[in-house]
C-alpha cells in the first residue's frame, strides 16, 4: 500500500507560480512512474505531468514551457512547479504513482485556482 500526500495548492493571479508537492509512503513499495492529473470543473480528469524513476518526463501540450515536474527518488516525492499560471489551470490536482508492481495510486487532491 502506498500513501500520497499532496501539498502547495492555493490560489493564485494570472501568471503567478505555484509549486506542488506529493510525497509517498509505504512499505515494501517501488514506485516506477510519478506524477500529476488535474480534473478542471465541468471536465474530465487529464494528465499534467509525469517522471519516471529514470527521469524521462512527459507533459500534456498546455503546459509546455510552464510547468516542471520533478521527483527526488530518495525522498519518494515529486513536485510540480507550475509559472505563469492561466485560469484554464484551475483545477484539483491529484498526485499519481505507479509502482513497478502496475499498482496505481491517487492523492486527495489541492485545489489550485487562477483568478484572472
Known amino acids: 500500500q502506498v500513501q500520497l500526500v499532496e501539498s502547495g495548492g492555493g490560489l493564485v493571479q494570472t501568471g503567478g507560480s505555484l509549486r506542488l508537492s506529493c510525497a509517498a509512503s509505504?512499505?515494501?513499495?517501488?514506485?516506477?512512474?510519478m506524477g500529476w492529473y488535474r480534473h478542471p470543473p465541468g471536465k474530465q480528469r487529464e494528465l499534467v505531468a509525469v517522471?519516471?524513476?529514470?527521469?524521462?518526463?512527459n507533459y500534456a501540450d498546455s503546459v509546455k514551457g510552464r510547468f516542471t515536474i520533478a521527483r527526488d527518488n530518495a525522498k519518494n516525492t515529486v513536485y510540480l512547479q507550475m509559472n505563469s499560471l492561466k485560469p484554464e489551470d484551475s483545477a484539483v490536482y491529484y498526485c499519481?504513482?505507479?509502482?513497478?508492481?502496475?499498482?496505481?495510486?491517487w492523492g486527495q487532491g489541492t485545489q489550485v485556482t487562477v483568478s484572472s
Open positions: 499519481n504513482a505507479l509502482t513497478a508492481a502496475s499498482y496505481t495510486y
Open positions: 509505504g512499505s515494501d513499495f517501488s514506485i516506477y512512474v
Open positions: 517522471v519516471t524513476s529514470g527521469g524521462r518526463t
